[in-house]
């Protein structure tokens, strides 16, 4: 039986995304590569919102059965590594939202599964790449790049089952995202008790967690963006580019 993976290397100006296919055999087949890229002149809330709409472009068309993750780390530059994680949240909600079932890896973890050397550098892990799919050239810009490093990563760690799914507290601590399905189960729980408490389904898992929210914001569900927001501040669409195309953005990097 056949597995589509999706491998996003998290970014805020420049995303990449890697589709990758696993045969039953173990054999892995590149399906698709780009980046999602958004404009530097735009506030953070709508670059965030940009993005969002691109991943979930991308979820729609291939239908990932998997989705695997960088972990983030930064040293350095702070103030970049946090717009980073912003953007690295909003592509966590958005695929655990179309998918469930999420994966994330070290940085040394990637490089260690495909090269065997956890220091590897770009140069190494491109050629790698380019040669596990059986590809003409590298895959470009870097970003798709190591978007389909992700993905072929989590090919070969899927073995291991959950232990690198996204909220297993024995692999790594302070995460407290949602595991595998367990949000698809919690939309049903949140239908479940809107059926019985006469509200609409939502993603809590009862009643009582939505009245809480209702009494501490006014209304479940407010943001800080709004739709005049989006009318005046979101005129470009979501710049998503295939295999092979080089984007014009510059990813703001982890350090």
């Known amino acids: 039986m056949c597995m589509i993976i999706l491998g996003i290397d998290p970014g805020i100006a420049t995303l990449g995304y890697g589709v990758i296919e696993k045969d039953a055999r173990g054999n892995f087949r590149a399906i698709d590569c780009g980046v999602v890229v958004t404009p530097k002149d735009e506030s953070l809330p709508v670059r965030l919102a940009m ?64 090269t065997g050397y956890g220091r590897a550098d770009k140069k190494q892990m491109q050629s790698v790449v380019t040669s596990l799919l059986h590809l003409s050239s590298i895959p470009k810009p870097d970003d798709a790049a190591d978007a389909l490093a992700i ?6 760690a899927s073995r291991f089952g959950e232990l690198f799914a996204v909220g297993n507290m024995t692999r790594t601590k302070g995460n407290n995202a949602a595991p595998a399905s367990a949000y698809q189960e919690l939309m049903a ?56 195309t080089r984007s014009t953005g510059d990813k703001e990097k982890k350090s």
């Open 189 to 244: 729980a949140g239908a479940r008790s809107g059926k019985r408490g006469g509200k609409s389904g939502t993603g809590f898992s009862s009643a009582q967690s939505i009245g809480a929210l209702q009494n501490a914001t006014g209304i479940a569900g407010v943001t800080g963006v709004g739709r005049a927001s989006f009318a005046t501040k979101m005129p470009q669409k979501p710049k998503t580019t295939g295999a092979g």
């Open 151 to 156: 993905a072929l990563c989590h090919g070969y």
């Open 51 to 114: 993005l969002e709409e691109g991943i979930s472009k991308i979820l729609d068309k291939f239908k990932p059965d998997e989705v695997a993750m960088e972990e983030l780390f930064f040293s350095k530059n702070i103030t970049t590594g946090i717009a980073v994680a912003h953007a690295r949240g909003v592509a966590l909600l958005t695929c655990v939202k179309a998918c469930g079932r999420l994966y994330e890896y070290t940085p040394m973890q990637i490089k260690q599964a495909l």
